[in-house]
């Protein structure tokens, strides 16, 4: 197996725990194991994994910094991005990944429990079946917003204790324009090229919309 090390991380996360870098260190296996049982990355991509997956889903993390006692739904998280990441990344905020397919929640499930993450817990369900509240709603390029916004209204928790209220972190790529006033929503993109200097972050953003 590739001797694929998680440096692009500490490049741009270099306080990391020695804890949380043996997290990260983990995922290339773990993810090498699974995935040639249950595809939830693209065979391609594998080889990837750090910059397209686990550094994609932490540009959520340079627009809001969660806080201990704050609660993120993962919204159709396939193998696990962005939550697993960010779950490694703040310890002490719970996150609930939920995916419509089930072989997939397995695959989230495996690694957490592997790396010993608990303050995961993963479901087989749709968006529209939680009826738990959170501070924040995060997803990857999932489906249109106008199509995503309608199955996690009403989610959100009345308090605010970030330094952004509560709302939609939602990672997408390409020209989002017509997209978002289709959506008739206030959206703020973050371009993930002001944060990471990759070809691939280029057309990568960060949807925020406040609830």
Known sequence: MADIKPDIILKYFPDLSAKQIDQFSQLFDLYSFWNAQINVISRKDIEELYERHVLHSLGIA??????????????????????????????????????????KIKVVKEVASALGLENLKADHLRAEQIREKFNFIVSRAVTRLNEFYPWIQGKFKQDSINAIPNGILYLKGGDLTEEIAESKLKATLYPLSDYFEEDFFETKYVVYVAQ
Do not use: N, R, W, Y
């Not at 193998?79 to 779950?87: M, Q, S, T, V, Y």
């Open 62 to 103: 340079k627009i809001c910094s969660f806080k201990a006692g704050e609660s993120v739904l993962d919204v159709g998280t396939g193998g696990g991005f962005p939550g697993i990441p960010l779950a490694i990344l703040f310890p002490d905020t719970q996150f609930h990944l939920v995916d419509s397919i089930g072989k």
